[in-house]
């Protein structure tokens, strides 16, 4: 069984600048989240993908936008960079909440983002 | 606004104690319960997991769920310095989309 993989795993980016991050999805699971993590900080919810579909969103500006590919894995992309925007990304996998409302999230070891 | 709160710590135990983390939670619908462990610098994996009230064991945790005071806690037993890690709580609310909501964790550092 594959587990939840990110890449790349470190990034050094400048304020203003785009960034992608990508995340393959563990084997059987179709549903991936994505979550920004500061230091100290819980993981805050950015958006979940079914289906290639965006199927929740937190509270993050529309800067942060993502995508699902048929194979499950997944985007996330950052325009404009802000100071504020360094942190852990951490992508997660799961199977769908509608058939089964237990299925936990499953990590990939997550990229860290540091903008300067 | 769906909230799960944890006492960020750090809470100190020593090598053979009981450590017991606390977790509260705003959503009453909130279904089921998840308590990830989460290394310095690395990503959060799940420990354990529970949806009903009452105990529930996994060799030396246990997770408790009280739905009535939206309340979870995870104890454990015989700790170790290995346990030290961030233990994080999340809430999963059903209706809509199934996202878990973390608290922002709770340092516990196990001393020999």
């Known amino acids: 069984e594959t587990g939840v993989t990110q890449s790349p795993t470190h990034l050094i980016k400048t304020r203003g600048q785009q960034v992608t991050l990508r995340c393959s999805s563990q084997?059987?699971?179709?549903?991936v989240s994505w979550y920004q993590q500061a230091l100290g900080q819980g993981p805050q919810f950015i958006f979940q993908y079914y289906r290639e579909e965006e199927n929740g969103r937190g509270n993050f500006p529309p800067r942060f936008s993502g995508l699902q590919f048929p194979n499950y894995s997944s985007e996330l992309n950052v325009n404009a960079l802000e100071l504020d925007d360094s942190a852990l990304y951490l992508c997660?996998?799961?199977?769908?909440?509608?058939?089964?409302?237990?299925?936990?999230?499953?990590f990939g070891n997550g990229t860290r983002l540091t903008v300067t | 606004q769906k909230e799960v709160e944890q006492n960020s710590g750090p809470l100190s135990v020593p090598e053979g104690a009981i450590a017991s983390l606390n977790c509260t939670y705003s959503d009453r619908g909130s279904q089921s319960f998840f308590w990830y462990r989460q290394y310095s610098g690395k990503s959060p994996e799940l420990i354990m997991s529970?949806?009903?009230?009452g105990d529930k064991e996994d060799g030396r945790f246990t997770a408790q769920l009280n739905k009535a005071s939206q309340y979870v806690s995870l104890l454990i037993r015989d700790s170790q310095p290995s346990d030290s890690a961030t233990y994080l709580c999340?809430?999963?609310?059903?209706?809509?989309?199934?996202?878990?909501?973390f608290g922002r964790g709770t340092s516990l550092i196990v001393h020999p």
């Open positions: 997660a996998s799961s199977l769908p909440g509608g058939s089964k409302v237990n299925s936990p999230l499953h």
């Open positions: 529970i949806y009903s009230n």
């Open positions: 084997s059987g699971h179709n549903t």
């Open positions: 999340a809430a999963l609310t059903s209706g809509g989309s199934y996202i878990p909501t």
